[in-house]
């Protein structure tokens, strides 16, 4: 363990103290347990690094390649089959539904024609494989939380023409922040005195789990990852292609920030590597300019291409030295630490690694139930397993949608609205209060549909609200 040659003295004690503590954990593996040690051992050494703001540069079209200058894909069916064939699907699944008031994985809410998140993914991988005569597996990467019911709710898969694989990502201890010791060792033997340490943990997960190699082993090259409530992540052959053809060991897909997007991770150019800067990183003089469109125009999807060979020699060198999030959290009164990493960080240690500036439609990530609104509406139609925007829309960008708490639930959204509005000319809807929608209607322009207190507001079927303002039956 080289990096504790730089720690103080006190912290090199506390860190064997923990170290000690760590072996004693018989819950998880002794991988999950160097690791961690590896991990709390960076974060003591201080080796966050700070961004040089004057060394930042504006990537060129070389490292953030243009999506519509990407070649055609081969027309040859069977040059198609042979490219699929080298991809893995892996959809980041560690998340619960909790902020939706569901309980479970996220990845089981239902979107669209009582189909799951996991579904869609299942058909639109299907169509793939049928299409082509290809065999691209499904990767699902689960945490503690959600690994006992993804392993369920596959089951339901098994007569697919699709390989579905799960593993693990790691199960670390939280940290105390009191005396730096693992929570679990205080007594808290339930799930909460455990965290998993952020997507940036895929790779060795990957690699731990035995999968890499057995994909490795089956001629696989490239892996597609993704969030799984990002409903845009669909395989893109494009994208592929252009992988293959260029040996880029890594692909970012980013997009152009609006409004919305403005705490979103960005691509830069920094001592002549690509890398993504987070807004964590940017010293409080700056971050307005981070914010902004005009210096900082592109962020990224999290949809993510990585070379499975260079995978495997980067977590074996112990390269992948991405920084370090700390979460701060309580648990019963107790504040501890969680140390967390991100995917997205550990492009600038791949060889050759490029963004590729994909359309918007490519980032339709569902996080609350203003997104399952835009989905579930007349704005889209589902295809082929893809939920495909409505050309009816003229505006580029979608409707802004905010809705209060009443909503905030999947099963309250669901029982407050009898059917989802019709959207297509809708630009913002703002709902506040008991507010109930009948079937039918139609919502154009800017909408503000505010209940007073303690008051039940229903809005009756079949109603075209355009440009309006209600608080009462007496706006209607």
């Known amino acids: 363990m080289a990096a504790a040659a730089t720690l103080s003295a006190p912290d090199a004690a506390k860190l064997s103290q923990l170290k000690s503590a760590v072996s004693g954990l018989g819950q998880i593996s002794e991988s999950e347990k160097n690791g961690f040690i590896n991990l ?3 974060y003591l050494s201080g080796e966050a690094q700070h961004v040089d703001w004057s060394k930042i540069q504006t990537p060129t079209d070389e490292i953030v390649v243009p999506y519509d200058s990407l070649a055609p894909t081969p027309q040859d069916p069977a040059a198609t089959k042979s490219l699929l064939d080298k991809l893995v699907v892996l959809k980041l699944n560690g998340g619960l539904g909790t902020t939706m008031g569901c309980t479970g994985p996220k990845s089981v809410i239902e979107v669209r024609n009582g189909l799951t998140f996991l579904d869609l993914i299942v058909i639109q991988i299907e169509n793939l494989n049928t ?16 690994h006992d019911d993804t392993l369920k709710i596959v089951e339901k898969y098994a007569n697919s023409n699709i390989d579905i694989h799960t593993f693990n990502q790691s199960q670390y201890p939280r940290l105390v922040v009191e005396d730096f010791m693992p929570l679990p060792c ?3 033997t339930g799930k909460d005195g455990w965290y998993p340490p952020g997507h940036g943990d895929v790779f060795a997960s990957l690699m731990n789990s035995g ?3 057995a994909l490795l082993s089956q001629g696989k090259e490239y892996v597609f990852a993704a969030n799984s ?13 252009h992988l293959m053809t260029n040996k880029n060991e890594y692909c970012m897909e980013v997009t152009p920030k609006t409004l919305a997007d403005v705490k979103g991770g960005t691509l830069i150019s920094y001592e002549g590597k690509v890398q993504l800067l987070e807004i964590a990183q940017v010293p409080d003089e700056h971050i307005n300019e981070f914010k902004s469109i005009e210096k900082f125009k592109i962020f990224n999807t999290n949809n993510l291409w990585v070379n499975l060979k260079a995978i495997k020699r980067l977590v074996e060198a112990q390269a992948l030295k991405m920084e370090i999030i700390p979460n701060p959290k309580e ?14 960080a550990a492009i600038k240690f791949f060889d050759n690694a490029i963004g590729i500036n994909v359309p918007r439609s490519r980032f339709l990530p569902v996080k609350a ?17 893809f939920v495909e925007r409505n050309k009816a829309r003229t505006n580029p960008s979608n409707p802004s949608i905010e809705l209060g708490p009443e909503f905030k639930k999947v099963g309250n959204f669901l029982s407050r609205f009898k059917s989802i509005p019709s959207i297509i000319e809708l630009d913002s809807l703002k709902v506040s209060g008991d507010v109930w929608f009948g079937t039918g209607i139609t919502l154009k322009g800017k909408v503000t549909i505010a209940a007073k207190p303690g008051v039940k507001l229903e809005i009756p079927d079949g109603v075209v609200l355009e440009n309006k303002e209600i608080h009462g039956p007496e706006d209607l």
């Open 211 to 213: 999968k890499l190699d």
């Open 331 to 344: 648990v019963d009164g107790i504040k501890v630490l969680q140390l967390e990493t991100a995917a997205g």
């Open 131 to 146: 299409k082509y005569g290809c065999n691209v597996p499904l990767l699902l990467m689960n945490s503690f939380n959600t």
């Open 369 to 385: 139930t203003s997104d399952l609104l835009l989905v579930q509406s007349d704005l889209y139609t589902l295809v082929d397993g």
């Open 229 to 241: 409530d990002n409903l845009g992540a669909i395989v893109d052959l494009k994208i592929l292609n």
């Open 186 to 188: 205080k007594g808290q």
């Open 40 to 42: 709390v051992s960076r």
